[in-house]
């Protein structure tokens, strides 16, 4: 009913820029909420940013003052603008959301930090 697509992942050196973007194809009217999430080797998947959609932003103490999450006025494409990249960020982000039938989770696009 939803299908999430993320783009934008790659390599960067710490102190760099990247922005992600997750395009939501389907039945968007459907989505509320966005989310970004990552998964770093090893680690637990974890919650970067959300944006609902009213425009609200949250995010993780981890990445808050460096990356912002927006969507397009369409609601259909979602942005993660990631600054002041750090090694730590690496990981692979997935695009997510809720709807009735349940969450949806695109593919991922994989950002790695060199020191």
């Known amino acids: 009913q939803v299908q999430l697509v993320e783009s934008g992942g790659g390599l960067v050196q710490a102190g760099g820029s990247l922005t992600l973007s997750c395009v939501a194809s389907?039945?968007?009217?459907?989505?509320?909420?966005m989310n970004w999430y990552r998964q770093a080797p090893g680690k637990q998947r974890e919650l970067v940013a959300s944006?609902?959609?009213?425009?609200?932003?949250t995010y993780a103490d981890s990445v808050k003052g460096r990356f912002t999450i927006s969507r397009d006025s369409a609601k259909i494409t979602t942005y993660l603008q990631m600054d002041s990249l750090r090694p730590e960020d690496t990981a692979d982000y997935y695009c997510h959301t809720r709807i009735t039938a349940g969450s949806v989770w695109g593919l991922g696009t994989t950002v790695t930090v060199s020191s």
């Open positions: 389907g039945l968007i009217s459907r989505i509320n909420v």
């Open positions: 944006i609902t959609s009213g425009g609200d932003t």
